[in-house]
C-alpha cells in the first residue's frame, strides 16, 4: 500500500539535475511531494490534483500520470541546500470521511560541491 | 498556514512506563494525524483523529497502545503506553487545515517531532 519511489539514493553534484520517481499500486487523487532534512520535520513542495493542477512553493516542478498512478519530481541545477530526503505522499480515503496522507519509502538526496 | 507545538521535544523512558505526547495548533483544524518515524525510514501513520469521534487507527496499530484524545480543533494527544526498546522512534503529528473540505488539496503542516528513546 505505501508508495515505492525510486531510486532509494541519489549523489549529484551541484548543478546537475535530478528526477525522482514515486509509484502507487492504488489510484492516485492527489500527489505530495516532501523534503526532510535530518533531525527536521517534512517541509511540503508541492501538490499535484487530477487534472494537471499544481500547487508548489519552490522551483521545483513535478509531473503526475493519473492513469500509471506514478508521480515524478525534477530537481533542475541542484543546489546544496536540495540535500535531504525527499517522501512522496498520496492521498487515501478515510472510513466515516476525509483523507489521509500515506508516505512512499523515500529518496535520500546529497548535492555536493 | 498552521504552526503546531509539540511537547516534549525529546524524551528517555524507563521500559513499561508511558509517555504522552501534546500536540498543538494555533488554529482550528479538521483532521489531525499520528505518524511515526524509525530512524532511516518513511513515515508510518498511526492513526487520524477527528474531534468529536474515536480516533481511527492504522493496521498494526492499537488503542490500548497509543490512545488517542482529541478534545477541541486545536489540540490532540498521543500515549505510548507499556513502552518496550521497540516505541524508540520520532513521533510526528501533523495537520490538514480547517474549511479544505473532506480532501486536504492542500499541505499538510508537521509538529517538529518527539523523540522517545526507551531503554
Known amino acids: 500500500q505505501q508508495p515505492v519511489q525510486s531510486p532509494q539514493a541519489v549523489i549529484l553534484r551541484e548543478g546537475e539535475d535530478a528526477v525522482i520517481n514515486c509509484s502507487s499500486s492504488k489510484a492516485l487523487y492527489s500527489v505530495h511531494w516532501y523534503r526532510q532534512k535530518h533531525g527536521e520535520a517534512p517541509v511540503f513542495l508541492m501538490i499535484l490534483l487530477k487534472g494537471g493542477e499544481q500547487k508548489g512553493h519552490e522551483k521545483i516542478s513535478a509531473s503526475f500520470n493519473e492513469k500509471k498512478q506514478q508521480s515524478s519530481l525534477y530537481l533542475t541545477a541542484s543546489q546544496l541546500s536540495y540535500s535531504g530526503t525527499y517522501f512522496c505522499g498520496t492521498e487515501i480515503g478515510i472510513t466515516g470521511g476525509g483523507n489521509k496522507l500515506t508516505f512512499g519509502t523515500g529518496t535520500q538526496l546529497k548535492v555536493e560541491l | 498556514s498552521a504552526v503546531i507545538s509539540q511537547k516534549p521535544s525529546r524524551d528517555i523512558c524507563q521500559r513499561g512506563t508511558s509517555l504522552t505526547i501534546q500536540c498543538q495548533v494555533d488554529s482550528q483544524v479538521t483532521m489531525m494525524f499520528w505518524y511515526r518515524q524509525q530512524p532511516g525510514q518513511s513515515l508510518t501513520l498511526i492513526a487520524t483523529a477527528n474531534q468529536g469521534s474515536e480516533a481511527t487507527y492504522e493496521s498494526g496499530f492499537v488503542i490500548d497502545k497509543f490512545p488517542i484524545s482529541r478534545p477541541n480543533l486545536t489540540f490532540s494527544t498521543l500515549t505510548v503506553s507499556n513502552m518496550s526498546p521497540e516505541d524508540s522512534s520520532i513521533y510526528l503529528c501533523?495537520?490538514?487545515?480547517?474549511?479544505?473540505?473532506?480532501?486536504?488539496?492542500?499541505?499538510?503542516?508537521f509538529g517538529q517531532g518527539t523523540r522517545l528513546t526507551v531503554v
Open positions: 501533523s495537520v490538514a487545515p480547517l474549511g479544505r473540505g473532506q480532501d486536504m488539496n492542500t499541505e499538510a503542516f
